[in-house]
């Protein structure tokens, strides 16, 4: 089986060395990626096309490869045969063309390369006729055929176009750079990652942690799918930030209105420094402009002053269906709709155009050396030990809606959440112990008890609940309650 590839538009405006050299990338990238999927791809390659060749029986997969590597524009399941004349060619492909212009309407449509006798418009007036002359249609329709037929003609050797697939488009990745790309398991991230692999830079995952193990495994699920979907011609990192410190001391100590734009400067500090730790380029985030109040564009030039290199936003234009609709399109949207983003940083009246001054004091009242400690946290795996890593089956835990005698209530809400709407319950004892500090401190409690574990939504309980469980605290449980809870205002 054979393909034609047509290579990305934006390569014609390149010079020729630029050419080569991602003409040359494009190629490897098809034998790598093949060969991560235990497919055999011959490749190779002329100035404005690539021509790819594969067993029969490894068609439908050979299909599915192209489809998804950056920098093919399309591609083109092709016939090849060699011919002397007109009637050789119409002999090679009427076969193949002829059924599919029965009762329609058809043009014919050729593209030559080098030196013939004759023009590519005499080449189509002349196979033309001979179709019409010897299948059923409806006739030549140059402007607006039902039906077109494709030949291609190169040198002594012509190929019929059996079938059309378009490609991903883009670049060809390498070129390009690195970057480090923040991936949180929700829906923007997933598809500025995808927008950063598809313009052809070698990506890199970075996760910030926190809400505990469950929340880290389920984002390695999706780097890795991402990665082996569409950038697998490429070894890549996978890196975990834990930030349950740096939450801690937001929470604790920096004004509520502008939280959400200091955790976000945080993360562009460590990120930083772990871009230049890793010879990487840029950050890539999802935010969108205006989506959220820390992404108003008072807010997002605050983030950038506490980077160190560049920061890339491909959704800055974005609308949330649009980005609903596109993660849908790449298969991100699965991972999204089960793995709710984290919002614990997140204030009730947040300042959408606060000072610079006052962001840059409140982030003052965190520990001077927080960056050095959380660095000093970072973990990085080869992103192809991810399965192995993922396939750990995380502890059942036990969800409950009526909570047993003796139990005990461990409410893991942040301090203003708790503080809001505190727990009001006659025969249970309730501990506040906010769930950046639950992985720390549930080792202090008695042993001798059982813990049932609460929170709003259920999701930030049921997550630290398993980390517990795999801690080796087996004396936990989620409650959630069917009905609402009553609460003192």
């Given amino acids: 089986m054979k393909f034609i590839v047509r290579l990305f538009p934006e390569i014609s ?17 098809i034998i ?6 235990n497919l055999t791809l011959h490749v190779f390659s002329q100035w404005d ?4 060749r ?5 068609r439908a997969r050979a299909i599915t490869q192209l489809s998804r590597i950056p920098g093919i524009h399309s591609f083109q399941a092709v016939t090849e045969f060699p011919f002397q004349n007109f009637d050789d060619i119409f002999a090679g492909c009427r076969e193949i063309l002829g059924p599919r212009i029965a009762d329609k309407t058809f043009a014919l449509r050729v593209r030559r390369r080098g030196k013939h006798s004759f023009t590519s418009q005499q080449a189509e007036r002349i196979l033309g006729g001979m179709f019409k002359a010897h299948y059923p249609n409806r006739g030549v329709n140059l402007s607006h055929p039902e039906v077109t037929l494709n030949i291609e003609i190169d040198q002594d050797t012509a190929f019929v176009i059996e079938e059309s697939f378009k490609g991903l488009g883009g670049f060809p990745i390498g070129p390009q750079g690195e970057v480090m790309s923040l991936l949180s398991g929700g829906f923007d991230s997933g598809v500025s990652t995808y927008e950063a692999i598809r313009r052809g830079l070698r990506v890199h995952y970075l996760f910030f942690n926190m809400g505990g193990t469950a929340h880290e495994l389920g984002v390695k699920q999706e780097a890795y799918f991402l990665w082996d979907r569409y950038a697998s011609s490429h070894r890549v990192k996978f890196t975990t ?3 349950e410190q740096v939450v801690g001391q937001i929470l604790e100590r920096v004004h509520h209105g502008v939280r959400g734009v200091i955790l976000k400067r945080m993360m562009v500090k460590v990120g930083s420094r772990l871009c230049q730790k890793y010879d990487a380029q840029a950050l890539v985030t999802g935010e969108s402009v205006a989506q959220v109040s820390s992404q108003t564009l008072i807010n997002l030039g605050h983030i950038d002053a506490a980077s160190e290199v560049l920061v890339l936003r491909p959704l800055s234009f974005c609308d949330k269906q649009e980005i609903i609709d596109k993660a849908t399109a790449i298969g991100t949207a699965g991972f ?23 962001v840059e004091e409140e982030e003052a009242k965190l520990d001077a050396d927080l960056v050095e400690k959380t660095l000093a946290l970072v973990r990085t795996v080869d ?12 502890e059942e835990v036990e969800i409950e809606h009526e909570l047993q005698p003796h139990e005990v209530v461990l409410d893991v809400r942040s301090p203003d959440d708790a503080a809001k709407a505190p727990l009001v319950l006659e025969g249970h004892s309730v501990i506040c112990m906010p769930f950046y500090r639950t992985a720390s401190d549930f080792g202090q409690l008695d042993k001798m008890k059982t813990y049932a574990l609460y929170c709003d939504q259920g999701v930030m309980s049921l997550m630290q609940a398993r980390q517990l469980k795999e801690m080796g605290h087996h004396n936990v449980k989620v409650w959630r309650p069917q009905a609402k809870t009553s609460a003192k205002e």
Avoid: W
């Avoid at 992103?383 to 995380?394: G, V």
């Fill in 13 to 29: 405006i390149k010079s020729r060395p630029v050419r080569n050299r991602m003409i040359a990338q494009l190629q490897q990238n």
């Fill in 54 to 58: 594969c067993a029969d029986e490894d």
């Fill in 383 to 394: 992103i192809r030990d991810i399965p192995e890593d993922t396939n750990r089956l995380a």
């Fill in 49 to 52: 096309k690539q021509f790819v």
């Fill in 336 to 358: 999204a709709e089960t793995m709710p983003e984290y919002c614990g940083v997140i204030s009730d009246h947040p300042n959408v155009c606060p000072r610079r001054s006052f």
């Fill in 241 to 243: 930030v834990p930030f």
């Fill in 32 to 37: 790598n990626a093949a060969l991560h999927h």
